[in-house]
C-alpha cells in the first residue's frame, strides 16, 4: 500500500504527544487513517485478529512515517480483549486521545444465503466491536478530552442488495455516533462518523464491488482514494473541528446520491455463494 501524503494540507506537528488507538489499522481504509495521524506527529497502537498480518503493517508504517506504530492482537468482540489492548496502550504511551472503530466484516450475501450465524458475526464485529472498544476506552479519552471516528458506510442510506448485514450494523453505528456525541460531550469527548464511498485499491472495492463501480456514475467522476479518507480523519481530529460532534461525514464524491442498485449481470448473480460462517 502506497503511502498517505496529507502533509501538504496540514502541519506535521499537528499531533504531537498525542496517541491513537485504530481497530481494523492493519490494512485498507484505517491503515491510512492510521498512517496519516502518525505522519502528523501522532503515535500509535493497531489492534486485529491477525497478529502476523499486523505486525507487517505496524512496521511498514513506523518506517514510511518515522514514526511509532505498535500492533496489539485483540478480537474487538471480546471485552477482555479490548481492554487488554487498552491497558497494553496506556502501558506503552500513556493515554489515548483518538480512537478509530474501524474493525468490520463483510460479504455479498443475498437474503435467502445469509445464515443466522454470518448475519451476527457482522454485528458482532462491527457494531458491538465498537461499543467495546469505546466503552473499554472511555476514561481514557474522558481525561485527554479526546475524539472518536467511527468508520462508517452509505450502504444503508438508499438500501443495497446483498449488503443488508453490513448496512444494518452500520446504520448501528451511526446511530451511536450520534448518541454518544449527545451524551459524552459535557465530559469533553467528541464523536463523529466517516462514511467512505467507492474507494480504489481497498479489498472492499475489489471484492464487493469489482469492475461495478463506473467512475461515470460519481458526481466528481473519479473513484475515491485512501487519501480522501485519511483527510478528513486529520481534519475531525484537530483543532480545526472542535465544534463537530454527532456528524457523520460522508466522503464518496456524492455516489450514493446518483446510484442505486446496480443492474448486476447473470455471471456476477451466480457467483455469489451462501454464506457458509
Known amino acids: 500500500m502506497a503511502a498517505v501524503d496529507t502533509t501538504k494540507i496540514f502541519r506535521t506537528d499537528l499531533f504531537n504527544g498525542k496517541v ?3 481497530s481494523g489499522g492493519g490494512s485498507g481504509i484505517c491503515r491510512g ?13 493497531i489492534i486485529s485478529r491477525n497478529f502476523e498480518k499486523l505486525q507487517k503493517a505496524a512496521e511498514e508504517m513506523s518506517k514510511a512515517t518515522n514514526g511509532e506504530v505498535i500492533p496489539v492482537q485483540a478480537d474487538v468482540r471480546k471485552p477482555e480483549d479490548v481492554e487488554r489492548a487498552v491497558a497494553k496502550t496506556i502501558e506503552k504511551f500513556g493515554r489515548i486521545d483518538f480512537l478509530i472503530n474501524g474493525a468490520a466484516g463483510n460479504f455479498l450475501a443475498p ?4 445464515s443466522y450465524n454470518a448475519f451476527r458475526t457482522v454485528i458482532e464485529i ?3 466491536g465498537s461499543f467495546n472498544l469505546t466503552k473499554a476506552t472511555m476514561q481514557h479519552l474522558r481525561a485527554s478530552k479526546g475524539s472518536i471516528i ?9 438500501g443495497t442488495i446483498f449488503q443488508q448485514h453490513a448496512g444494518a450494523a452500520k446504520a448501528g453505528i451511526d446511530a451511536l455516533t450520534k448518541h454518544w456525541a449527545v451524551e459524552l460531550g459535557p465530559s469533553g469527548v467528541r464523536v463523529n462518523g466517516i462514511a467512505p464511498g467507492p474507494i480504489a485499491a481497498t479489498e472492499g472495492l475489489s471484492r464487493l464491488a469489482g469492475d461495478l463501480t463506473d467512475p461515470q456514475q460519481i458526481p466528481v467522476q473519479r473513484v475515491g482514494e485512501v487519501k480522501d479518507i485519511a483527510q478528513a480523519t486529520v481534519f475531525l481530529f484537530s483543532e480545526g473541528a472542535t465544534f463537530i460532534t454527532g456528524q457523520v ?4 464524491g456524492g455516489h450514493y446520491l446518483q ?4 443492474a448486476y449481470p447473470d455471471s456476477v448473480l451466480a457467483s ?5 460462517l
Open 272 to 276: 455469489v455463494p451462501d454464506s457458509k
Open 126 to 128: 462491527d457494531l458491538l
Open 33 to 45: 487513517m492510521t498512517e496519516a495521524m502518525v505522519t502528523h506527529g501522532a503515535k500509535a497502537v
Open 259 to 262: 446510484t442505486s442498485n446496480p
Open 111 to 114: 437474503f435467502d444465503g445469509l
Open 20 to 22: 491513537l488507538l485504530c
Open 150 to 158: 467511527n468508520v462508517s458506510a452509505t450502504l444503508h442510506y438508499t
Open 249 to 252: 461525514v460522508v466522503v464518496d
